[in-house]
């Protein structure tokens, strides 16, 4: 009797560590699969590709100044810190580096600053149409961001991130906004 105990003890000790090693498994699937994820949105940025960057930030409001800020997206980088699941729900720790959007204002205010100072711009603008303007706006955005000027700036960000269907995706815009939508929804202000 004592020792069909021990027996039936060891085998639930057993079937507890596969049970537990089991769990451990799914979770770690699931921080890798939301893991992946992750970098998958972050690949769509660097990409370039309007089309997928429209996936997460309205990029539409003016396609070519939007084409010219995707252009310059290919310098992103991140490191994932940790991904923590709790079920459906996962929550990503990363560095992010990213062009430093302050920069970008900064040298654009300059650049249009001067450019409006000119006495060819001063000599164009009673008869400029809002397709020239603009035209003439986003060649100064696109001319600060080919120069190379424009540093980086890396940040610790908390990504969540939701499991719908199987596939994981971003449940909020602070990711995409900071790395573009940022930028955009600024120099459409200015503009204006």
């Keep these: 009797m004592r020792k069909t105990l021990k ?7 057993a079937a507890s560590m596969l049970a537990l090693a089991s769990c451990g498994g799914n979770s770690g699937q699931k921080a890798q699969e939301a893991q992946q994820a992750f970098g998958a949105v972050i690949d769509d940025f660097k990409s370039g590709d309007t089309a997928a960057i429209e996936e997460y930030v309205d990029v539409s409001v003016d396609p070519q100044l939007s084409a010219a800020l995707a252009a310059s997206l290919g310098n992103i980088a991140y490191e994932v810190k940790s991904v923590e699941v709790n079920g459906n729900k996962a929550t990503v720790e990363a560095s992010v580096t990213s062009l ?3 920069q970008i204002m900064q040298k654009y205010i300059e650049g249009v600053a001067a450019l ?9 603008i009673d008869t400029m149409t ?4 603009d035209a003439l706006m986003n060649e100064q955005l696109e001319k600060i961001l080919s120069s190379g000027e424009i540093g980086t700036v890396t940040s ?6 939701k499991n719908e269907d199987g ?3 971003l449940s909020d815009s602070s990711l995409p906004d900071k790395l573009i939508g940022n930028t955009l929804s600024a120099i459409e202000q200015i503009k204006q």
């Design 100 to 102: 430093d959007t302050s």
């Design 167 to 169: 596939v994981w995706k």
């Design 156 to 161: 610790d960000e908390t990504i969540e991130m």
């Design 116 to 124: 409006v100072s000119s006495p060819d711009y001063r000599s164009k």
């Design 7 to 13: 027996i039936l003890a060891a085998v639930a000790a």
């Design 130 to 133: 809002k397709e020239e303007y």
